[in-house]
């Protein structure tokens, strides 16, 4: 029988290229040691004319960003009948726009931080919300242009009005929450561990602290009460499930312990297309629940499907 053929989908044209393709090369090389027939795809225009002329037998998705994880790729797979890796269509463009999953993630009873989704070009002299607030492109990843308002600022931030914004026009302006940092993947129907992400050196959890070696530290299993353990595992599945994603996803939270042990947890957004080189964080929860990087990325392979 001869081995399954996967097309790695990498690279692309957003501002989450580098990552993608740091993703896509640590997933392609798992995978041939696995055993599989691994062609790299860096993604360009020409995509789909290059799968329906590779036919692989699966597209693994190691994209990130606009085109990659908004249900751009997704469409496009499913025209060509390429089964593919996490979410479809709609789950994918749904959690790309942080306000559209926001409403759906409400609707859950998930906890939300309130928010004003807004034109950048509206931003006056005014601030939308009580400092602090946190404004963020509805429609971007890796915290690009994340702009941290702080409590004392007495204007909102004047880049939103720059041409030198690249980031789309709607933004959101969320409240600020104060206190600590923590994910949880899920991977089918069921939670992985819960990570605890200190930025070292970063006011919060940057594209830097993301990517630069030693930006950040990661705790897994987080040093929490079960309690609140529990109550993010579970609500992780939940929005994991209401908006529909299917393989892996990662949500991200706040937890606010400042006053009390069980403090305020607020669900901040969900991520379709998690980092996939062997230290970012889905893999590593996934190391943590007893599978190695490979076994891991071999499970996402075989839950590919068309109709996700």
């Known amino acids: 029988m001869s081995a399954k053929h996967v097309a790695v989908l990498m690279g692309g044209f957003s501002s989450e290229r580098p990552v993608s393709l740091s993703s896509g090369t ?15 795809v860096d993604v360009d225009r020409e995509v789909a004319a290059t799968l329906a002329s590779l036919r692989p037998d699966v597209a693994f998705n190691a994209l990130h960003g606009p085109y990659g994880e908004d249900g751009t790729i997704q469409g496009i797979l499913e025209y060509l009948d ?10 994918s463009a749904l959690a790309m726009d942080k306000a559209q999953a926001k409403y759906v993630a409400a609707a859950a009873g998930i906890p939300v931080a309130e928010a004003r989704i807004m034109n950048r070009h509206d931003f006056g002299s005014e601030h939308p919300l009580k400092p602090p607030y946190v404004v963020k492109p509805v429609s971007e990843g890796s915290s690009f242009g994340v702009v941290m308002v ?4 007495s204007h909102p931030p004047q880049i939103l009005g720059s041409s030198e914004w690249r980031y789309g026009d709607r933004v959101m302006a969320e409240r600020y929450i104060h206190g600590r940092e923590l994910t949880c993947g899920v991977m089918g129907d069921v939670a992985l561990g819960v990570t605890e992400i200190i930025p070292l050196g970063h006011a919060f959890y940057d594209y830097d602290s993301k990517y630069v070696k030693g930006g950040s530290k990661h705790v897994i299993p987080a040093e929490i009460s079960p309690n609140i353990y529990q109550k993010i595992q579970t609500l992780a599945v939940k929005a994991h499930q209401a908006i529909g994603c299917r393989g892996v996803s990662r949500s991200d939270f ?17 991520n379709t297309q998690p980092g996939m080189t062997p230290t970012s964080l889905v893999p590593e929860m996934a190391v943590h629940a007893g599978y190695s990087f490979g076994e891991f990325l071999k499970w996402i392979v075989e839950d590919a499907s068309c109709l996700r």
Request: aromatic share 10%; net charge negative.
């Open 26 to 40: 640590a997933c392609a090389d798992a995978l041939e040691a696995e055993g599989y027939r691994v062609t790299r």
């Open 150 to 153: 702080q409590e004392d600022q």
């Open 254 to 270: 706040r937890f606010d312990d400042r006053f009390s042990e069980e403090g305020e947890l607020i669900w901040l957004e969900i």
């Open 82 to 91: 390429i089964p593919y890796t996490h979410s479809g269509v709609l789950a």
